[in-house]
């Protein structure tokens, strides 16, 4: 591996692209840039979907957020490019010493950006045994699966950065933290012992049916005596640009014997801030678990086919529900008995 001599980097850019678990991941390579570079700026380009997992991160100096045509309702695609093309030339102005462009495996279009940016020097994993363009200086992408904050942290490693990830890096809005608080408070709510039930997962494998948290959220408050508070993906499912679940958080409240709490979350730092008053989160594989990770929130979470290598829970306590292939594979019953011990371990 070629290394880069760090007395020549003064300002460093981040790339990450995807979702907003895969940007959570990136935390502990970001913390320990800042760690090594404490004089050096950092930005970072994000997309407006996951830009607010990062934009009240101490560790970075300044956040460029770019669009994607598939995130974008109202807007022209020339719009979007050309707002897009206006934010490249800010960032190549700025004249970054390196970039790195951070993905699990090799990506065409996120070489190209990284290669727009206009940084001396890029880093960015390549297939093994393969040279490409936009890259000078490539890491082969891992041959076996690892977790997603190790690949994230290999790819510091050219700039003699190594040891244990650090824990995630993530900070709730104050301002919506509040908001959150004078919701649930004024439906008469005690909020020092609320648990989340995030009922949304973008994988078709990874979701639990209406029916299981129906009568999982009756056995909470039966049991437990636990009043959930149901968090979603907002928006219709029939929306083509963000997919949501209003219908299927509409039916839970519907068919419950006892109407639960919601909070529908129409921003990500909004679903941060209701995560972060709880004490404890059910939810499925996706952003809302490693939101609750990074959170340091004890997860029950109700896997499909996620390869556990990649995507557990980093660094927190977690109960994983996994059969096979689908997610309705796990029962009622178990997802119970996972609550109380790691609920009854909280008391």
Request: aromatic share 8%.
């Amino acid at each position: 591996m070629n290394k880069i001599d760090a007395k020549t980097i003064k300002k460093i850019l981040l790339i990450r692209r995807d979702n907003i678990g895969d940007l959570i991941c990136t935390t502990p390579a970001i913390h320990a840039l800042r760690a090594r570079f404490s004089e050096a700026k950092i930005g970072i380009l994000v997309n407006s979907y996951n830009a607010d997992a990062i934009t009240d991160n101490p560790d970075i100096d300044e956040v460029y957020v770019y669009e994607k045509a598939k995130h974008v309702e109202g807007k022209s695609r020339f719009s979007v490019w050309l707002a897009n093309l206006k934010l490249f030339l800010k960032i190549r102005k700025e004249r970054y010493d390196i970039a790195i462009a951070f993905g699990y495996s090799y990506s065409p279009s996120l070489a190209r950006h990284t290669f727009l940016t206009g940084s001396k020097k890029r880093i960015g994993y390549v297939p093994i045994g393969k040279k490409l363009p936009f890259y000078n200086f490539p890491l082969e992408e891992p041959s076996a699966p690892i977790h997603e904050v190790a690949a994230a942290f290999r790819l510091i490693e050219p700039l003699g950065i190594n040891g244990e990830p650090s824990k995630f890096v993530l900070r709730p809005d104050n301002n919506e933290r509040g908001k959150v608080l004078r919701s649930l408070q004024s439906e008469g709510s005690d909020c020092s012992n609320m648990v989340a039930i995030h009922i949304s997962s973008r994988k078709e494998n990874n979701r639990w049916p209406a029916d299981r948290f129906i009568e999982f959220g009756n056995e909470l408050i039966k049991k437990h005596n636990v009043m959930p508070l149901i968090l979603w993906a907002p928006g219709s499912s029939e929306n083509p640009y963000h997919p949501g679940d209003d219908e299927k958080a509409a039916e839970i409240a519907e068919r419950m014997d006892s109407r639960p709490l919601l909070y529908k979350t129409t921003k990500l730092k909004e679903l941060i801030a209701a995560i972060s008053v709880c004490k404890l989160i059910i939810c499925c594989d996706g952003g809302a678990m490693h939101i609750a990770a990074a959170l340091g929130k004890p997860i029950v979470t109700i896997w499909g086919s996620t390869d556990k290598r990649r995507w557990a829970p980093w660094k927190a306590e977690y109960i994983i529900l996994q059969k096979k292939i689908l997610a309705d594979e796990v029962t009622v019953e178990e997802a119970i008995a996972a609550f109380g011990k790691l609920w009854n371990g909280l008391r």
